[in-house]
């Protein structure tokens, strides 16, 4: 069971009380009969292990520089012409 924390708009007064997820907010001050706010505070999330961050789901190969990228890509380019070229014409 969920606890919410709730505070008095007009009287400040804060408490924290268990309620269901199926249950309506509360509304009405304890102390004042004033209006109430929900509370919402900080949550505790921890990111441990790998996969959190963009450079965790690469792997080192992919990551290559810009010039090495440029090379490969003429190598592909002229291999795949110079079959072409070199092939027999059909009549």
Avoid: N, W
């Amino acid at each position: 069971m969920p606890v919410y924390s709730y505070a008095c708009k007009s009287c400040g007064h804060a408490f924290d009380i268990h309620q269901d997820f199926s249950d309506e907010s509360l509304t009405i001050c304890p102390e004042c009969q004033g209006r109430l706010k929900k509370v919402f505070g900080t949550v505790g999330v921890s990111f441990k292990g790998s996969g959190f961050y963009a450079t965790d789901s690469r792997s080192s190969s992919t990551s290559t520089s810009p010039a090495a990228s440029k090379s490969s890509a003429k190598e592909t380019s002229t291999a795949s012409t110079a079959p072409a070229a070199a092939a027999p014409a059909a009549s």
